[in-house]
């Protein structure tokens, strides 16, 4: 339905009222006139007739001689502007002011002669026979001694009554258009001095409406109007305050569950997201804008934490269970679901409008704990090779090997090959042990250091197996490139890459050993080798300890599975990182990541 504005509903009416009064005031006044004119015609009608009966009578009561009576007449009638008739009480026209007597038909059943004759004359309006226009006529009966002799009839026209009204009928109608035009003007002024506080009002509201609530309302002259504005101030205050004690506890809910690492999910009895933090998004890959108020199977495509959140709603009571994402990567969720009761007053029992699953991220933990147990087999599985490789050899020596020379001492040369590697094994886990430490002590410095040099030093210690296998190795690196770094630790960092490219090199092939500064600001080092390449779903986990992509050829080349997980941790004590670029057939780059470069200087 359309709506309009109050000015527009109440002006109209307040004109109209106005409008129809003055019209009704006009038309009445203006009937009232005419009549009032019409009487006073009437009258005059009377009194010229009153003036003229006795000359008129007396005429009559000569005899025949009615000439005179019309000579009388039509010298009489025009300089009074009022047609004179004079009937016989038979009808017959004797005298007429305007037609020759003899000319006119019999009047004697025209209703002002018959009102005359009867004794009770009046005014009569119609139109005239005679002279075809309208015509008002006053007649009275002419008496001499208590017989009529005739009848006196006094007319003037209409038209020219109409015409005197008429002037009298515009001043009219120009003193109603003026007063119109004020009433109008007064009508609009009193329109708006009621809107006006209203719309004050509406301002106000919208304001309020908006979450203005510092604006006040004028209080106006009305009573009413004041009533009202002091009652929406008073209703804007108490908002107001509300609406901060609001704020308040929705920012501290907010800052709570958004500096929450677990994460939180609440959803109604209609399964609508109520509130989801933004640890709760980011674990399970949602859009943290736009969850809430829509359905948690639009959010959360999981069927295990669905059906959590189901088992809470029918068992009502509190649902524990790990939950696996595969996007992208595999994560573990530990999910805890209860049931969501609204709030109460002290003794009402509380209302369940819903459930609240808080999760947990286990994934590091569950990693972790994949690491341990491989660890554990994996090192048992390490020193149970030459332990059972020893201890068999010397079991064969102790039964009677001892007792031939050479099977005695190629016996011992095993026993002392895997004593060793069972000894590089020991160094390496110490190693480890001793790297994983540093960072909780405080003699480990970095001291600005030459890369060429320590990379250097790291292709001299490598240079035998180098040389065993024809193997040639590129050193490409600018003198003066220096970075804060422990010389020693980076030095056996680059060696155990060498090292393995080494290893996993096929004779007469190049090894890159190279080193530069990115625009990104950090020192690469890298190795490259033209080797077997490794797979890429080995890559992640290379730096693993004792994590082989091929074990029985690693063994065989005396590797003992520790040495990238060492290079890890070394690059960790720099505030850098290791990184892997493989591919099957294409050999690999192994890149180390140093940070915080300091001013190269020129070579000493």
Same mark, same amino acid.
């Given at each position: ?243 901060? *004690? $609001?704020? %308040? ?5 907010? #800052? ?7 994460? =939180? !999910?609440?959803? /109604? ?68 679901? *209860? $049931?969501? %009761? ?5 003794? #009402? ?7 609240? =699953? !808080?999760?947990? /991220? ?68 110490? *190693?480890?042990? %001793? ?170």
């Amino acid at each position: 339905m359309h709506k309009r504005r109050l000015l527009w509903q109440l002006f109209p009416v307040y004109l109209l009222t106005m409008l129809l009064t003055l019209l009704a005031a006009g038309w009445y006044g203006s009937r009232t006139l005419k009549e009032f004119y019409y009487e006073k015609t009437g009258g005059n009608l009377m009194s010229r007739a009153r003036l003229l009966e006795e000359e008129i009578t007396r005429q009559l009561a000569k005899g025949e001689d009615y000439h005179r009576i019309d000579d009388l007449c039509e010298r009489l009638g025009g300089p009074a502007s009022t047609r004179l008739t004079v009937i016989l009480p038979n009808g017959r026209v004797v005298g007429d002011s305007e037609k020759p007597a003899d000319e006119m038909e019999n009047h004697a059943d025209r209703p002002e002669i018959i009102a005359a004759l009867a004794g009770t004359p009046h005014p009569s309006v119609r139109p005239s026979d005679t002279l075809g226009i309208d015509m008002m006529y006053v007649a009275i009966p002419l008496e001499r001694d208590g017989r009529v002799l005739g009848v006196l009839r006094t007319s003037v026209p209409v038209m020219s009554i109409e015409g005197s009204l008429r002037a009298v009928r515009w001043q009219v109608a120009g003193g109603v258009l003026v007063v119109a035009i004020l009433a109008a003007v007064a009508s609009w002024f009193l329109a708006r001095r009621i809107t006006q506080p209203l719309e004050q009002l509406k301002r106000g509201a919208e304001q309020f409406a908006r979450g203005d609530f510092s604006h006040r309302l004028p209080t106006g002259d009305s009573v009413e109007v004041a009533a009202l504005s002091e009652t929406m101030n008073q209703m804007a205050a108490e908002l107001d305050a509300r609406l901060r *004690t $609001v704020i %308040r506890q929705r920012n501290e809910v907010e #800052a709570v569950l958004s500096s929450m690492v677990e994460g =939180v !999910v609440a959803v /109604d009895q209609r399964h609508r997201v109520i509130t989801l933090n933004q640890a709760g998004a980011r674990l399970l890959t949602a859009n943290f804008e736009t969850a809430r108020g829509r359905s948690l199977e639009e959010v959360v495509r999981n069927p295990r934490l669905l059906a959590l959140v189901e088992s809470v709603f029918s068992e009502k009571e509190a649902v524990e269970d790990e939950i696996v994402l595969y996007d992208p990567d595999e994560r573990y969720l530990h999910a805890q679901g *209860t $049931v969501l %009761r609204d709030m109460e007053p002290p003794g #009402a029992r509380p209302g369940e409008i819903g459930v609240l =699953v !808080v999760l947990h /991220d286990v994934t590091q933990l569950r990693r972790l704990e994949r690491v341990r147990r491989d660890f554990v087999a994996n090192v048992s599985h390490e020193l149970r090779t030459p332990i059972t490789s020893i201890k068999g050899f010397v079991e064969t020596l102790l039964d009677g090997a001892l007792q031939q020379p050479d099977d005695a001492v190629r016996f011992l040369s095993i026993v002392a090959i895997q004593t060793d590697r069972l000894n590089a094994i020991i160094e390496d886990l110490l *190693t480890l042990s %001793r790297l994983e430490q540093d960072p909780q002590r405080t003699d480990l410095t970095l001291e600005p250091g030459r890369i060429r040099e320590i990379l250097e030093s790291a292709v001299a210690v490598c240079e035998p197996a180098v040389t065993e296998k024809d193997l040639t190795i590129d050193l490409t690196c600018d003198p003066g490139l220096q970075a804060n770094v422990n010389a020693a630790l980076l030095e056996q960092a680059v060696v155990n890459l060498v090292g393995n490219a080494v290893k996993y090199s096929d004779q007469g092939q190049t090894i890159h050993v190279e080193a530069e500064q990115v625009p990104s600001g950090e020192i690469v080092l890298r190795v490259r080798d033209h080797g077997c390449g490794i797979a890429r779903e080995h890559l992640p986990r290379l730096f693993e300890r004792f994590y082989r992509v091929d074990k029985a050829r690693s063994r065989k080349l005396g590797g003992t599975g520790l040495g990238l997980a060492i290079v890890k941790h070394i690059m960790q004590l720099h505030g850098g990182r290791a990184t892997v670029q493989s591919e099957p057939g294409e050999g690999s780059i192994f890149s180390l990541h140093l940070p915080h470069p300091v001013e190269a200087s020129e070579p000493a």
